[in-house]
């Protein structure tokens, strides 16, 4: 039984679909143990700890899994090849001897459910990662990187500087005082 499984926050272990976290054709299950793994191994103490250890988890898992962006790309060409034959390309004015298609609502209906079952089909559980949109794009993964990269940049200087301040309040007051006195002494 691992020790540290209490460590990983209820809101994390639901793998609230984002581009770092879990998606959609991804197994919860894996994802799970995959961070009680990363816990595990870093061992966190204390909120902030935790905070870059989840971060931590969920870039060394898309890491791992950037293959499912590939797939989801794959979907989306496919799932637009397939539709594409809901609306043929129309030339205006048409082609001679080539009259334009009119189809009936009826029939635009049946063409659509087919296309929809064919697409269901072909596409399995990867029509979710369509389904979801842009969080299964490279450009939404580099978006949110770079704004995470921004943040944790942000996050870093406050953490210097409290670090600095709590190395100021660390001088004790007898040395602080004492220090300027032969300092003003030598000046005069």
């Not at 989306?76 to 001897?97: H, M, N, T, V």
């Not at 049946?110 to 072909?122: D, F, G, I, M, N």
């Not at 944790?152 to 602080?176: D, F, N, T, V």
Request: include cysteine.
């Amino acid at each position: 039984m691992r020790k540290n499984s209490k460590l990983v926050p209820p809101a994390f272990k639901h793998g609230i679909y984002s581009a770092i976290g879990l998606l959609p054709t991804e197994d919860p299950a894996e994802f799970e143990k995959f961070k009680l793994e990363i816990f595990d191994d870093y061992m966190p103490v204390g909120r902030s700890e935790k905070i870059i250890v989840e971060e931590i988890a969920c870039l060394q898992w898309r890491l791992q899994h950037l293959s499912t962006y590939g797939i989801a790309m794959r979907a989306r060409e496919r799932r637009s090849a397939i539709y594409s034959k809901l609306d043929p390309p129309q030339w205006f004015p048409p082609p001679l001897g080539i009259e334009p298609e009119s189809r009936s609502p009826e029939e635009l209906e049946a063409l659509r459910k087919s296309l929809v079952k064919q697409v269901r089909t072909e596409l399995g559980p990867a029509i979710e990662l369509v389904e979801i949109g842009d969080v299964t794009t490279i450009e939404y993964l580099g978006k949110e990187l770079g704004i995470r990269e921004r943040l944790h940049g942000m996050i870093a200087r406050l953490e210097k500087r409290l670090l600095y301040l709590r190395g100021i309040k660390s001088i004790s007051p007898s040395s602080a005082t004492s220090s300027p006195q032969p300092l003003l002494e030598a000046a005069e």
